[in-house]
């Protein structure tokens, strides 16, 4: 086939769209595993890991232009590199609210809402981000849909515990006097409204991931 | 994609050719099978100002151009692309009758012209060449000076009224000539650079200028379509550029038709563009942004992204 090292340009960015999908998919991991057990150093980690993604984002960013400034992609290859751009900052994105739950895990040494089930809401988003880097890896259009379907399924739960956290608030009994008290429970709510906030962000992106992969499948914008 | 061309309910169906129903063949006359949708059809808004009906071209033996049907707006700019011996560019001599001039070419089908077909008998072919004019790939201005190349088709046609003592004196420079002459280059973007040096010869300009040159010779009979083949393909980057500009200002105006190698030309300059592909048929025709974005042929596209062959 003509342009062979064109083709194996796209191959190569491919794998590593998908490796840089990988590390960010970890990276999320392992920074809601920290704020479910509270461990600090693992928080520390994913903060102090945000450089060589940020790195990694910018290296493949330079090699999506020299692809459209050199190779000229039209067609199937100009909506996969599109896409691939857009992609590579919505994970760059997802790796900095990771780095956003890893801080909430170091300011957490207080007490936490243990009937709001983060990690289900974790799980989800993370279960919908690698589903839409599974679709882009195998081309796969209905799995696009079933990743844009599910983001109902994260925003209830995300709305639930936001609800749940106001509700508690409001009924709980805080000791007249007791200023500090006071405080405490505020930090608390205001830090697990964000963390709930920055899932459903995380699902915001992993919908965007799908919807650039299912335009450059089937040239549709229907999810974009 | 309800914005689509293909459904716009405003449009009227204009064009058709190769269906699903219709295997493509190649030269050696083996079937292709297409591995997706196929293209059927091309609606635009507007008026068709040529249209092509079921066009077939022979040179001797050789099928060069299978039953094309293709409908091409007015003022605007449409693109023929496809590799070497694919029918383009018979396609575009079709336009406005050159192929007479190649013995061995038997034209059948029909062309229009404001829907008036070209190809029946008593056509006064010098007329139709002049309201469908032709730039070539090399410019080939004429061994005469700047202005004489401009004012050649408008003495020949009669629309300027030189007086005879005046031409037996060997002076054109009658105020509706000068005028002329001046109007002709302004259009082609040389008048700047040629206004102090129009008795010069012609063949002392650069090669971009002596193709601008040649555009303005085509516009001095004011033509209504003007057909290009490969106009830029002998030009440098910068006049490139300056040819490209005036193709992009003459469609204000007038009706262009380009054949053109270089695809990112086509992706810049033309508002349709139609894919014609080795066996002398024409595979996809569709707004520009469609094919560059989204064709529906995958051979179109394989074409395209340089994966043909």
């Not at chain 1, 195998?138 to 509700?167: F, G, K, N, P, Y």
Request: with cysteine; charged share 30%.
């Amino acid at each position: 086939m003509p342009r062979d090292e064109f083709q194996q340009s796209l191959a190569n960015l491919r794998a590593e769209v998908l490796s840089m999908g990988d590390l960010v998919g970890d990276r999320l991991d392992r920074a809601l595993t920290a704020l479910e057990t509270i461990d600090e150093a693992a928080a520390q980690d994913v903060i102090e890991g945000d450089d060589a993604v940020d790195r990694r984002y910018l290296e493949l960013e330079a090699t999506c232009i020299q692809l459209f400034a050199q190779q000229q992609p039209v067609a199937g290859d100009l909506r996969f590199v599109t896409a691939s751009f857009k992609i590579l900052t919505d994970l760059e994105r997802v790796a900095d609210l990771a780095v956003n739950l890893a801080q909430y895990t170091l300011e957490a040494d207080r007490k936490r809402f243990e009937q709001v089930d983060l990690s289900a809401i974790g799980d989800l988003a993370c279960e919908m981000l690698d589903d839409a880097m599974t679709a882009y890896r195998t081309d796969d259009a209905a799995l696009c849909r079933t990743v844009a379907a599910r983001d109902d399924e994260l925003d209830s739960l995300c709305q639930h515990a936001s609800e749940r956290v106001v509700r508690d608030l409001i009924e709980r009994e805080v000791a007249d006097g007791d200023g500090w008290a006071v405080e405490q429970l505020l930090d608390d709510v205001s830090r697990l409204l964000l963390i709930v906030r920055d899932l459903e962000r995380v699902g915001d992106h992993a919908v965007n991931v799908a919807a650039r992969t299912l335009y450059m499948i089937e040239s549709d914008p229907e999810l974009v | 994609m309800s914005d689509s061309p293909q459904t716009q309910p405003q449009s009227q169906t204009r064009t058709k050719t190769t269906g699903s129903d219709q295997p493509l063949e190649t030269t050696s006359g083996e079937t292709v099978e297409e591995t997706r949708d196929e293209w059927t059809e091309y609606n635009f808004d507007g008026e068709a100002k040529m249209v092509a009906e079921d066009l077939d071209v022979y040179y001797g033996d050789d099928h060069a151009l299978k039953s094309v049907s293709m409908e091409i707006p007015e003022q605007s700019v449409t693109a023929l692309i496809g590799p070497s011996g694919c029918g383009k560019s018979t396609y575009l001599r079709c336009l406005n009758r050159m192929n007479d001039r190649i013995n061995a070419a038997n034209v059948d089908g029909s062309v229009q012209l404001d829907g008036n077909e070209i190809y029946q008998d008593g056509i006064n072919l010098v007329e139709l060449r002049k309201r469908v004019g032709m730039v070539f790939q090399s410019p080939n201005p004429f061994p005469k000076s700047i202005r004489d190349n401009i004012a050649y088709g408008p003495r020949k046609h009669g629309d300027i009224n030189t007086g005879l003592l005046a031409r037996l004196l060997g002076r054109d420079d009658s105020e509706a000539e000068r005028e002329l002459v001046e109007r002709a280059l302004k259009q082609a973007a040389l008048w700047d650079e040629v206004h102090d040096r129009m008795d010069d010869n012609a063949l002392g300009l650069s090669g971009g200028q002596q193709q601008r040159l040649c555009i303005a010779r085509c516009l001095s009979v004011d033509p209504e379509v003007i057909l290009m083949d490969e106009p830029a393909s002998a030009l440098d980057p910068i006049a490139t550029a300056k040819i490209e500009d005036l193709i992009h200002d003459l469609a204000e105006e007038y009706t262009v038709v380009i054949v053109t190698h270089n695809m990112q030309q086509a992706a810049r300059i033309s508002d349709q563009t139609a894919v014609f592909l080795t066996g002398g048929k024409l595979v996809e025709y569709d707004d520009t942004d469609r094919i560059f974005e989204n064709p529906q042929s995958q051979r179109v596209e394989d074409y395209i992204s340089g994966k043909f062959g």
